[in-house]
């Protein structure tokens, strides 16, 4: 009697009824990311009565998270988001049975997670996560339902499904190889307005529900563009030519072995991190030049002498660095490792060139609320 009152409104929709509702019961999705993305894919997965769902996330809640992650509140800041998400969305739910893996993503896990899903669905914010979903579901042949956001744009595309044709696409069919970590958008530097995630998030899993169920067209082999500025939305085709890479692996023996953060340009083979307890002695030497690669608008703002070159325009301005022992920080330091290597290949051996582990919300944590 649950089961009917519950999806009601399911039931008496035409066109799907008890049949669909049954398919989305025996189905089972795995949500990679928590954040912008993965909160709203997975509020309505679960609201629908999908009955299995796996949610992927390493990482803990922040305030800046709230404005747009909806799913959380002011009381769960620190706690992982897998597991705040899992614990919010069974009592949304205690009909579904949802997994929380609290973890990074790797080669080294991810045949064993994504083999006994039948829907993935990629809510991740970089290319090295976004590059090895998009191999592993090709490799598994597993239909992959794609989310991006920046600013006030988002996009929507379903991978490796075949259209009445028989083609498939994957995200290499359009973009083949990753851009360079300096042009490589993040929403920690450019923002994002918060409205936007749940909107393509609720698209994405709009088609994941009609991957499910065989009800409505997904967007398969086609990429939809949202701007919410204009309210602008376009669907366009993606070319289904054959885009792979030479480096791109080809088994899964390969894909154990690939090295994404190579592939994307984020490995550090020359750059060793500072810890919080060593940062937290060095503001005030007078030998050490602190590069802060923030927007200028972010906050906190620095409170002790730093040079402010943002990571957008570090390749045309890293010539005013005139101090041989160099830190680069930024908020949670994604950006100041791809901005300490540049530096070390542009400056050469002869600079001592590190970032802050973490960035300034590590070292905030670290430091009971003070920088340093």
Do not use: W
Not at 297 to 314: D, G, R, T, V, W
Not at 330 to 346: M, N, P, Y
């Amino acid at each position: 009697m649950e089961i009917e009152e519950r999806y009601a409104r399911h039931y008496s929709l035409n066109g799907f009824g008890p049949q669909a509702q049954k398919k989305l019961q025996q189905a089972s999705v795995l949500v990679v990311g928590a954040g912008g993305l993965g909160c709203p894919v997975l509020q309505y997965l679960v609201a629908a009565g999908v009955g299995k769902i796996g949610i992927i996330d390493h990482d803990r809640i922040a305030l800046s998270n709230l404005q747009r992650q909806v799913l959380f509140d002011s009381t769960q800041i620190g706690e992982y988001k897998a597991q705040a998400a899992a614990n919010k969305l069974k009592l949304l739910n205690p009909l579904v049975n949802i997994q929380e893996y609290i973890l990074y993503l790797s080669t080294e896990n991810a045949i064993e997670l994504l083999e006994g899903y039948d829907v993935i669905v990629d809510c991740t914010d970089n290319f090295s996560t976004r590059y090895m979903l998009t191999d592993i579901c090709m490799l598994l042949e597993q239909p992959l339902v794609f989310g991006a956001i920046f600013e006030y744009e988002g996009q929507v595309a379903v991978f490796n499904v075949s259209d009445e044709n028989g083609n498939k696409t994957t995200y290499r069919n359009l973009f083949p190889t990753p851009p360079s970590p300096l042009d490589a958008p993040d929403c920690n530097e450019n923002g994002v307005l918060g409205v936007l995630p749940g909107l393509i998030g609720v698209l994405q899993a709009s088609e994941a529900i009609k991957l499910l169920t065989g009800v409505g067209q997904p967007l398969v082999n086609k990429l939809m563009i949202m701007n919410v500025k204009d309210n602008r939305t376009i669907v366009v085709d993606i070319p289904v030519e054959n885009r792979q890479v030479p480096s791109q692996p080809q088994s899964l023996a390969e894909f154990e072995d690939f090295d994404y953060a190579y592939h994307c340009g984020l490995k550090l083979n020359s750059v060793d991190p500072i810890s919080q307890q060593e940062f937290a002695l060095l503001p005030n030497s007078d030998d050490v030049l602190i590069v802060d690669v923030r927007n200028t608008n972010e906050l906190p703002k620095l409170s002790f002498p730093h040079l402010q070159i943002p990571l957008k325009e570090l390749h045309d301005k890293f010539k005013k660095i005139d101090k041989y022992n160099v830190i680069v920080i930024c908020q949670e330091g994604k950006r100041s490792s791809t901005a300490a290597q540049f530096l070390a290949d542009k400056l050469g051996a002869n600079y001592s060139i590190r970032n802050l582990e973490g960035g300034i919300s590590a070292m905030l944590t670290y430091n009971d609320g003070k920088i340093c």
